[in-house]
């Protein structure tokens, strides 16, 4: 099996993966999407799920991309420290079967104040540039379950800052005195950009979180807008730690539509222009870019 | 039976309750704790808890504060607005059962930019001041699932904000990715104080937080610190809300001891000082005040 005739590369997260079968011309013809993200995996449970992946999509070399490389998952691949190229990613693969299974490090960012790292962002990011869907030079918004704001400088990785926002949403959703408020989905319009102006305002989170629920008792406000109003403050708070990093550099938002449009528009508020990349098209284009690193 | 010769207050939250027997001379000579809160009582079902309350303490007249006259209690008890006072809540009094069973409102606060509810809480703050425990016009925080800042004037309820520090540091302890490293204790000392200055700042809270971990990971800090360093980033970061209300009054924490002294260094490090107050025998001294009041 020779990886220029075709390979697979996964995006293996902590609670599901994304697996895609591309091949020698580059493109994706088969691909599947499962919940076995690496929490579900019993210890000593990886080989056999990689092997399911391959009688997925065929008996081919495989990358890995994502928490699979943390200490929680299969095989550790060690933090690569910005500034961090594609080429820096290709160096420091791991192998877990020679020449075929590589796990792509994640990167990491330390200076006096701050400590900061990725898993699986990184090939995205990398990925963007190497398409040329963004510029050698910009701030990229990555939101998910932990938002990373990434500084691109000469089409590396400079540095980078994750928010927490999508997981503390979940976390009020599901467990919080605000469950019932936040259970609908949350959509760009009137309350949403209340809660995003709120959010950007220089505001303690964990206080204007709790008036979420006073404004509704006290009839300030609607219950079914609650879900936009808080997913609106946790955005635009996100959005305010975001935009410390800008510089003049362009920003794009990179992800899942779902979450890039309320984030494009959280950035509209804020007086900020933006464009949209598709995540999956970015991870395609960093996987294909290490595998003729490596080739 | 008449309230003089002796009565029962019981602070109802939403997940225990405390309820005390207070003789003629306004001296607990008993009292019990248990987990009975709101939540755990079935619909219909308060009738039978209020019952069980007066079999462990003696059939006398029972003053109910808390959650219990909220929209998910027994029965519900509006809010009386700020400003409000010990003679407001007396006045507001809502009686389940004639003469007998009394429950304490809670209190709102609106204007045009916030809008804010406690219940329980303000039985100690006017309690506190009623008894002399606090000055006419002070800031009193009062820690717990749900921090409040109030602001007293003339021994009044001015205004408050409402800060969910308490049950955020919950849900990151039970739920989320940080469960692992705070589960432990969190105490006073550098580790803390380090949170604190950080939570003082102005920083994005859902940002920092995530460096709690990758702080760690990268060997930036020691995980035995991080209960003491994440508590300290929340308790800073709600300082910092709850000093916005501060004028030039004097300071008090107020509630139970273990967090009070958390809080109090809190405030030690932004440069303020203050004194502690305890949350209980301020509770007794507002029950004993309001049935003086309708005596």
Partial sequence: MHWAEGFIAADW??????????DGDGKCIDEFEDEKGILSVPKGGFEAAVQEIRERLGDRPLLLAGMVGSNRGWIEAPYVPCPAGIEDLAKALVWAE??????VPGVSFIDADEADVMRGEEVQLLGAYAAGLVSANALVCHPGTHNKWARLESGGIARFTTVMTGELFNLLREHSILADLLSGSAEPGEAFASGVRRGLDDECLTAELFKVRARVLLGQADAKDAPSYGSGLLIGADVRAGLRQRGEAEIVVMGRPELTRLYSEALRIAGKRCHEVDGEQAFLAGAKRIVELIG
């Fill in 13 to 22: 997260g902590t609670t599901n993966r994304r697996a895609y079968l591309i």
């Fill in 98 to 103: 020679a020449e075929q299974t590589a796990i």
